[in-house]
């Protein structure tokens, strides 16, 4: 498959998958306890296989300093005061030393990266993270995590925009948005910022 980048150089970007998210025992702003298992397993054989190839794992992590991070951003502001909003816990959510901002055990090995700077949905801004890619020859993101309809879209159209090759990987991503919140994302790339495959698709083109 033509991926229109010379040489594609890949490498994992796993977005938020943390316990803020994925542990129900702290997450302030929790995935389904059933999916977030799924995600979690999901991830965790996607990401073994990519280091046996060698292609490195990127993690990226929400965390903010204080409330007014967060709060400094219009419609968030608004969720917090919405009972009803899958964001309502918004103005809690991994603060600098809660355990939310863990990266899940089962997804960590030595030898992975973090970018642990993350405030707002796309990866991109205010993080490092594409100097990092730069210096180390990515050009090709296989992107993952949590939420499809928010960060996951939001980085992958901004790799997009940076002009990187953007895979999603649609077996390692969901959304607590919900199931037609999850499909329209992947709709909104494939049709328009980069490729959508399993798992086992990008091992098939990239693992070699």
Same mark, same amino acid.
């Given at each position: 498959m033509d +991926?229109?980048?010379?040489?594609?150089? =890949?490498?994992?970007?796993? $977005?938020?998958?943390?316990?803020?998210?994925?542990?129900?025992?702290? %997450?302030?702003? =929790?995935?389904?306890?059933? !999916? #977030? #298992?799924?995600?979690?397993?999901?991830?965790?054989? +996607?990401?073994? #296989?990519? !280091? %046996? #190839?060698?292609? =490195? $794992?990127?993690? $990226?992590?929400? !965390?903010?300093?204080?409330? %007014?991070? $967060? !709060?400094s951003n219009p419609f968030w502001r608004t969720r917090a005061d919405d009972p009803n909003a899958t964001r309502k816990n918004v103005e809690r959510h991994n603060l600098e030393g809660l355990p939310g901002c863990e990266v899940m055990p089962r997804l960590w090995r030595d030898g992975d990266r973090v970018v642990d700077t993350k405030k707002r949905y796309d990866c991109f801004v205010a993080t490092d993270l594409d100097f990092t890619l730069r210096r180390h020859g990515i050009n090709t993101l296989l992107i993952t995590g949590v939420n499809t309809s928010s960060c996951v879209l939001a980085t992958a159209i901004r790799a997009n925009v940076l002009d990187y090759a953007s895979v999603c990987i649609e077996d390692c991503v969901d959304t607590m948005d919900g199931p037609v919140l999850h499909e329209a994302a992947l709709t909104c790339l494939r049709a328009a910022f980069g490729w959508v495959m399993s798992s086992e698709e990008a091992l098939g083109h990239f693992a070699a």
């Open positions: +991926f229109g980048v010379d040489n594609p150089t =890949p490498a994992v970007v796993a $977005i938020d998958l943390h316990r803020g998210h994925l542990d129900p025992v702290v %997450a302030t702003m =929790p995935l389904e306890a059933e !999916r #977030a #298992a799924r995600i979690v397993e999901a991830n965790g054989v +996607f990401f073994d #296989a990519c !280091r %046996a #190839a060698g292609i =490195p $794992i990127y993690h $990226i992590v929400t !965390r903010y300093r204080d409330v %007014a991070e $967060i !709060r």
